[in-house]
């Protein structure tokens, strides 16, 4: 079946360390982006990438850091710069910019 | 801050009754919007699309109509389900080179039985 994946479902990180979350999608989709959800709000971009080995800053990517070496994966790392780092997590991809955009079932993350 | 926004955080509705919900943005240069259902703990469902050359599109069960005059959006869901109690977000992209989709805080609707 096509879809994006996001790995873990559920991730516990205690403050100053590093994270990294994990997005696959099997759609062939050159867009990929990440967003954050905070509990009661809408979803914040925080990097999103059009094309690999490209990708650019959303509204909130102050202590994130994305790559895109395959088509296929746009993982994202949660640095300890980071300050509030507990919220939850969607990956999402779109055949290209500016249409519909698929999205996987979200990681949780939550500092301890 | 945001461009794209919901007039109501929570709508309550009869199961059976048809639900409004409602979205406004201020970028006049958007011009592809889409409505998304989530779901607790899930991630949003695509609905219904529209892009800025139309009034309105209709589904299953859903139409969604765009008002460029005055900004505005909704999503029209007939005979309301208990399924379809979700948080719904409007979402709105910008055209251009960088163009991305930008999301509103979204409304909670929740169907009485």
């Known amino acids: 079946d096509g879809g994006i994946t996001q790995s873990p479902k559920y991730l516990f990180r205690k403050e100053g360390q590093n994270v990294t979350l994990s997005c696959e999608q099997n759609?062939?989709?050159?867009?990929m982006y990440w967003y954050r959800q905070d509990p009661g709000q809408g979803l914040r971009l925080i990097y999103y990438?059009?094309?690999?080995?490209?990708?650019q800053k959303g509204d909130i990517a102050e202590g994130y850091s994305v790559s895109r070496e395959k088509k296929e994966s746009f993982p994202l790392t949660v640095t300890s710069a980071q300050k509030n780092p507990t919220a939850f997590y969607l990956c999402a991809s779109s055949e290209d910019r500016g249409t519909e955009a698929f999205f996987g079932q979200g990681t949780r993350l939550t500092v301890v | 801050g945001e461009s794209v926004g919901l007039h109501l955080p929570t709508l309550s509705v009869q199961e059976g009754d048809n639900s409004i919900i409602n979205c406004a943005y201020s970028?006049?240069?958007?011009?592809?919007f889409i409505w998304y259902k989530q779901e607790s703990g899930k991630g949003p469902q695509f609905i219904i699309d529209?892009?800025?050359?139309?009034d309105k599109r209709q589904g299953q069960r859903v139409t969604v109509l765009l008002n460029k005059t005055v900004k505005h959006l909704s999503l029209q869901i007939a005979a309301t389900q208990p399924g379809d109690s979700a948080v719904y977000f409007c979402?709105?992209?910008?055209?251009?080179?960088?163009?991305?989709?930008?999301f509103g805080k979204g409304i909670t609707l929740s169907v009485r039985p």
């Open positions: 970028n006049s240069a958007s011009d592809y």
């Open positions: 759609l062939n989709h050159d867009a």
């Open positions: 990438s059009q094309i690999v080995n490209d990708f």
């Open positions: 529209i892009r800025s050359n139309m």
């Open positions: 979402a709105e992209n910008i055209a251009g080179a960088n163009s991305k989709l930008t």
